[in-house]
């Protein structure tokens, strides 16, 4: 390694070198005068002398990673972040200009935010990249591989514009023109993703232009200037640099034809070119605005002056005259270089390349300090992609800064910023975190204080975030709403921040499911260290003590301590609530605390306070009518009773304004209470006198229980909604105001309703008041109520589907579960009505619905676990009042609707998201007793049997084809991977369990791990290792492993820049895999020397940051991996003496990423949990053979031996779930979210998603921000067996009886079943191996089978008798029964057979050949056979397989478009699988296998029979393009009289899309535009080889196999499905 190490470096010497052409030696030479500097690498750590370790000697290598590309998309962007080096090999070349990027390409993007850009834009016949590179080598890419490493030039965003100038390009608009090719220049700029996630356009521009690009370029100046749309980014363009520039008119048209000569495509007619001729009228238009326009530009002119060949001769292109424009301050030159090479060079060091680059470096510098936008100081748009992820927009955001800033008087609050204690805390230079602590009782205006603060930071440029918790709204008491807020205004300040968590939202990191706390660890306490930010952070965060959980928030905040970064934390809340959690602070924050009430009293004159201030405000105009002496008097009597208190001084002000005496004055100001409940039970009696009506104070309960009760804040329009459907309340502003009086505000700018502080809603809880106060049992039954009569609206779904403002509807959808759940069954009885009313109508398909399209399915399951406490609290207390009580049938109806809600969001919940109407179409896709089933089933003409009774606990299952056995199975959010005994690696899409990529090495493959992001994974192989992007199925580098050694384990660290593998040689490997993960001796490869035998297991931590051993009759051992320190050793039993070698190995062994434990199996089969870092070590009473963690740290699963499956909570080892089957797993793995359990059996893959881990996922995900810090400790627990279900095997065959509608299927466990047309099964039968292929003679008198030993049976129709039992040499592939069904054709790869049954005969065929044919029955001659393959057709008798004809498709007219091999995606010529026939017997529609693969289609095609009566040599018309694109799988071939509309074509085939949709075509359709969508497949339908089986009969019948059974699909296309 050492010495490779060496060598690379050598190599990379002499490539940087080789730009200056010179041999080796002579560049040594003359690479101390090369201007152009390169990359310094340092000599490898062979040459330098080892550093001892206790355990390890430690060595360093660099890798020989290479990155496989295929041309210049390879990489899929030009955009390189963080790292001005290539992302392709330096032996790429530009195959083909016409490739090349049109648009807007960035090419480098600097580390920091952008301080200027440069843009390059070429010239006519040049593209993006080959203008500006040498020899179409990439690495002489200057503007690319050069520039951004001149010194500076590298804060630059340095980009290239590309246009169709190709005028030989026959794809090309001739009417384009140069005024077209500006349009486009502006456009990208102002859409390009840099102008939403970066500055682009709004900080200075400088273009570099050849030939004709300076033209457009002017021209987009000219245009930008005249519309207002681009003016904004045109007047931030600095400077144009000319290279070559034709700019006049005049003696042109030689000059033109000179350039179409040079160019390589030859003449051309487009209007461009005519517009570059002499006296062109467009030419002349752009030069005379130019020159009314360029005062602000800095224009550079360079000409060549040197001849281009042309041919035998040598020609000036461009010359003095026609390149420099003569124009004020104009900086013109000379170039030594033709019209070609003015514009790429040889090397850095070309005199041409020095002068440009010396250019664009002083404009660099003088532009740059004429910024547009300063980022320490304006914060910059956040692109919408973030504001969906982090579900926020600017509004939201400073919504609640805008209330309060409102509320604050001016002159108030300016005080704070000359104490010591924020003086300290705002200035001072710490470069660790500081907080500072502001407390106060309710009422004193630390909301309002807040927003002061706030914008105190913001005036003096000060990059400050803020987040307000509010008590009114359920969403601003989470602290995950803080992180978002937080991380959204981050975004909004800091560019580096924002590409990083727009990155984290492309890979589905961050997504607005996303909980608290990958929140933090992925965008804080992750992410902060890495982003470089220029001056201290400063975060305020209002009312801490409103949220869910103060002490968790406080808590998570603090540990940023460990960080060390410049962060300060302002915090206000109210003293009682908080003081007990700042007192259990750690000592790592610095943190001071500010009472408001004292501070104010310490600092300020008693005259100049807030409250005087504010007083003093309210009170100004009273002067004429109360007198100077009064007013005052007033005033200090306010002040001294107020004592601070805000809201008790805004009542009492409001009362004396409309007081007429002195003594009235007097009197209201002693009888008003001061403190808040007693002046709350002042407002309160006095609203009692008021309203002497009971229909208002009936309507005032109303009102106060909805805005105390609501889930969040509501507005005017909202509540009238809620309260007055019939909208006869006038105005309920004012109606709030008169009978509400001081307890509920309106803010009539946002027109939201709340109350007048959080300590009304704490005194109206408890009030025992029977009108004004709020019982919150009573008012919560009353909001789920009328939630529930909203949705059950007649008129709901009509807005649903007009996309109406949805009002109180979403409302309602989202929040009456909320709301059942805190009534805790007040009114049971009226309650359970209401829900059983509910549940048996359409409102509960409109709810779903509702949900589905403010995406939030999530709230179906919460309803399910709100509905079963309600059931719970009912019956507790119906036992309480009767304890003979035992449940209803009412009751029983709910909890059947709490398990089918679970599995609606389970099973359909994906394609609910996707086409929200669907789940009015679902009930006859669900089992049998489903109650959605029973409930809603007989709406739809669409009937099913062959469903299971109950619902299973399967999301998916299928088989891995050609996999013996399934060895691994890993998982990201959005992927999981399995590889096999086969030496395969299979990749999979989790959300549609879609195969999109299959790697085979013939090797084998060690392992395979995912990244931390989950879209990257690592493939280690016996002899290589591969990286993969499994976004786009890109291999990213592959690297040959050290040979001689086995890698154990591998893993991704650093943000996925490195890769660490250990392998069997005891060396620790640290590799970068990107060119951004630059060398860092610090962390070499590492060799150890302590031990003379590999481990037999080593795991690395997720993060990478530490890596476990296990030894035979040795204990397990974790070490670090950056400075390789012992962590812990382990013992069984926890001490060296109870160590017992015998049965102590360590046969399994996984981390917990969450909590850092490490969970195994010793041998024997004892599960152990240990925690290094404190060496705690615990044996669980639990027995497993394969064992697996949640990522999220929760949940483990073992497998035993039996096949039981097993499912336990980490923390206190409970059983939450159980299933068991005959078969032993292989592997194991949990899913990101923990709601699914990967379970391999041998090839069998079978993915769980039961009742139990969806709920316990979603009362994780809706608790997870109040959730401890501090995970509960471990303890055995003995939960009770959990039963669980039997597993299905696969249907492996299936074959229809025409006659009746009955079938047969087989099953991987050797099963025949005879099934009726009602789904009943008539016979079963168990046979030795699965058979693979059935057949039934059109009579339905035999059924013929055949399994993959090579053994055919005929059986009757009942199959109790046998007709013949043959044993072949190899499988049979294709069994056909005669028309008489007295024969039997038996067809193998290799045989072709005929069996008389009567007589028992066989017959061979006489051609040995390759038999890939498919065979049917001649529908115009019973004695015929038809095989057919996509490019021929053969004939042969019945009565001896002789060949009467071969006809092949492409001779006498019968061609088929040879535009349907564009359609084959996976680019495979397989073989036909089916044939069907038209009714009139003409044609025949050929369709193979549905692929394997991701949206791939199959291939369908129309053949005509060659003996049909009166068929032509024309073929039939094929199947449009339009239709073939669509079609995943053909299936047959339905009568129109199938179908409830009209069509007058006898024949529509029927196929399966690509989403799955179940559609029709009618064959008449030449121009396909008819194709009507039916029913959509549901997900556990959709496994390839299952699906393949799937056949449908004339009359529409529609067979599928699902989960081990085939369903019956009747009536399925008379309705249609409308997008």
Known sequence: MASGGNHLHREKRLHWCCRCRQAPAAAERKERNCTYSAPVLRPTASSEPPLEQPLARLEMSQSPWRRRTSGPSASGSDCLVGSPTSSEAPSDRIRKRRDDPLGLTVLHLPHSVPSIDIIFVHGLGGSSRATWTFNDDLSYFWPKEWLPREPGLSGARISSFGYNGFFSDRNSSSTLNIADFARDLLLRLKIHEQADSSNLGKIPIIFVVHSMGGLVTKQAYILGLNDPQFKDIVQNWCSIVFLATPHRGNDFSNTLNRILTVSPFGQSSTQFISELQRNSMSLQAINDQFRNHFTKLQLISFFETLETPVGPTKILIVGKDSAVLGYRDEISAPLNANHRTIAKFESPSDECYLTIKDMLRSLARRFQRKRIISESS???????????????????????????????????????????????????????????????????????????????????????????????????????????????????????????????????????????????????????????????????????????????????????????????????????????????????????????????????????????????????????????????????????????????????????????????????????????????????????QKITRREELILANKILTWVACSSRILTLQKLQEAIDPGRKILNLSWTISNICGELIVVDQNTTTVELIHSSALEFLLSSPHPWLAVEPRCGNNMLFSRCLEILMDPSARLRLNRLENSGMLEYSARNWAYHLGKSRAYDRLSSTKLLLKFFQGPAVLVWIHALAVADQLKCITHASKMISAFLEDKLEEDRAENPLYSALMDEDILRKWTVDLVKIVGKFGRDISQYPDLIYRLAQFCPRNSILRQTFGSDSPLTITGNKDYWDDYLAKFVLEDAPEIRSVTCSEEYFVVTDSGNRLTAFHASTCETFMSIKDGDGIICARMSLVGNTLLACGVKRTTVWNLLNNEN????????????????????????????????????????????????????????????????????????????????????????????????????????????????????????????????????????????????????????????????????????????????????????????????????????????????????????????????????????????????????????????????????????????????????????????????????????????????????????????????????????????????????????????????????????????????????????????????????????????????????????????????????????????????????????????????????????????????????????????????????????????????????????????????????????????????????????????????????????????????????????????????????????
């Open 378 to 688: 304006t914060d910059s748009d956040v692109p919408d992609e973030l504001q969906q992820a982090l579900e926020l927009v600017d509004d939201q955001v400073s919504e609640d800064l805008d209330v309060f800033s409102e509320q604050r008087m001016e002159g108030t609050c300016t005080w704070l910023v000359d104490t010591p204690e924020f003086e300290t805390w705002m200035f001072a230079r710490l470069p660790t975190p500081a907080m500072l602590w502001i407390h106060g009782p309710p009422g004193v205006g630390k909301s309002v204080l807040s927003s002061f603060i706030i914008r105190h930071l913001k005036q003096h440029n000060m990059p400050c975030q803020f987040f307000f918790f509010r008590h009114s709204d359920l969403s601003k008491r989470r602290f995950n709403s803080l992180l978002r807020s937080l991380a959204y205004q981050l975004s909004a300040y800091s560019q580096d921040y924002q590409r990083r968590v727009i990155k984290l939202v492309k890979k589905g990191v961050i997504t607005p499911k996303s909980d608290a706390r990958v929140l933090w660890q992925k965008l804080f306490f992750g992410m902060l260290p890495k982003v470089d930010f220029p001056a201290p952070i400063y975060w305020v965060i209002d009312s801490l003590d409103t949220s869910n959980s103060p002490q968790h928030a406080l808590n998570t905040l603090v540990s940023l301590a460990q960080l060390g970064l410049p962060l300060r934390i302002l915090i206000t809340g109210r003293y009682q609530e908080l003081a007990p959690h700042f007192d259990g602070l750690s000592s790592g924050m610095q943190c001071a605390t500010l009472s408001l009430q004292d501070a104010q009293v310490k600092y300020c004159d008693p005259a100049q306070t807030d409250l005087a201030r504010y007083v003093a405000e309210k009170l100004r105009t009273t002067s004429k009518r109360w007198g100077v002496g009064l007013k005052n008097h007033v005033i200090r009597t306010i002040i001294q009773r107020a004592s601070g208190n805000f809201l008790w001084a805004a009542v009492i002000v409001g009362k004396a304004l409309q007081c007429n005496t002195r003594e009235e004055i007097e009197e209201t100001i002693d009888g008003l209470p001061q403190e808040l409940r007693s002046l709350f039970e002042f407002i309160q009696a006095n609203l009692d």
């Open 1036 to 1619: 990213l580098y592959t690297f040959q492993n050290t040979e001689g050694a086995r890698i154990l384990d591998a893993c991704f660290s650093e943000g996925d820049l490195r890769v660490l593998t250990f392998s069997d040689d005891n060396v620790l490997r640290n590799i970068p895999v990107t060119s951004t993960a630059q060398y860092d001796p610090k962390v070499p490869d590492v060799s150890f020397t302590g031990t003379s035998s590999a481990p037999t297991i080593v795991r690395f931590k997720p993060d990478g940051s530490q890596i476990a051993f296990a030894y035979k009759d040795s204990p397990m051992s974790v070490w670090t991996t950056d400075s390789f320190q012992l962590v812990a050793r382990c013992f069984r039993g926890g001490n060296k003496s109870a160590m017992q070698p015998s049965s102590s190995d360590v046969v399994k062994m996984h981390w917990n990423a969450a909590s850092d434990h490490i969970l195994g199996i010793f041998d024997g089969g004892r599960v152990f949990i240990w925690h290094p870092q404190n060496n705690k070590h615990e044996s669980v009473n639990i027995c497993a053979s394969e064992i697996a963690c949640s990522p999220s740290g929760g949940l483990f699963a073992t497998a035993q031996s039996d096949g039981t499956l097993q499912v336990w909570n980490f923390y206190t080892c409970a059983l939450v779930y159980q299933v068991k089957a005959a078969s032993q797993s292989s592997a194991l793995a949990i899913s990101p979210d923990g709601r699914c359990v990967y379970d391999m059996r041998l090839s069998m893959m079978n993915i769980w998603q039961p009742n139990a881990l969806v709920k316990l996922a979603e009362e994780e995900e809706r608790d997870s921000d109040v959730s401890s810090s501090n995970p509960p400790t471990l303890q055995e627990s003995s939960a009770p067996t959990i039963s669980g279900m039997k597993m299905e095997e696969p249907v492996t065959a299936l074959a229809v009886n025409p006659n009746n509608r009955s079938f047969y299927s087989a099953d991987e466990a050797g099963i025949l079943n005879e099934v009726g047309q009602d789904g009943t099964v008539a016979q079963t039968i168990h046979q030795e191996m699965a058979s693979h292929c059935l057949a039934v003679s059109s009579d339905g008198a035999y059924v013929a089978s055949a399994n993959l030993s090579g053994r055919v049976l005929v059986q009757d129709a009942r199959l109790s008798a046998r007709l013949l039992d043959v044993m072949l040499p190899s499988p049979a592939t294709q069994l056909l029964f005669s028309p008489d069904g007295k024969n039997l054709l038996i067809r193998s790869t290799d045989h072709l057979q005929l069996h008389c049954l009567e007589s028992k005969s066989t017959l061979a065929s006489p051609y040995p050949t390759l038999h890939i044919q498919q065979y049917f029955n001649d529908p115009f001659n019973q004695d015929l056979i038809l095989g057919l393959t996509f490019n021929s057709l053969q004939v042969l008798k019945w009565s001896d397989l002789s060949l009467v004809e071969t006809l092949r498709f492409g001779e006498d007219g019968a061609s088929l478009p040879a535009a349907l091999d564009g359609m084959h995606i996976n680019g495979i010529k397989e073989p036909v699988d089916r044939v069907v026939v038209t009714a009139d017997g003409t044609s025949l529609i050929l369709s193979a296998k549905c692929p394997w693969g991701f949206r791939q289609t199959s291939r369908v095609i129309i053949a005509p029979h060659p003996n049909s009566p009166g068929v032509t040599t024309r073929p039939r018309d094929q199947i449009p393009l339009s239709v073939l694109k669509y079609i995943r799988l053909s299936v047959g071939l339905i009568d129109s009289s199938a179908l409830r509309r009209e069509v007058k074509c006898q024949d529509t085939l029927v196929f399966v899309d690509t989403k799955f949709w179940v559609c029709t075509w009618a064959l008449n359709d030449v121009d396909g535009v008819d194709i009507r969508k039916h029913f959509l497949l549901p997900f556990d339908s959709r496994e390839m080889a299952q699906l393949n089986l799937a056949t449908v009969l004339r009359d529409g019948t529609f067979y599928c196999p699902r989960n081990g059974e085939v369903v019956v699909i009747q009536g399925g296309f008379e309705e249609e499905w409308i997008d």
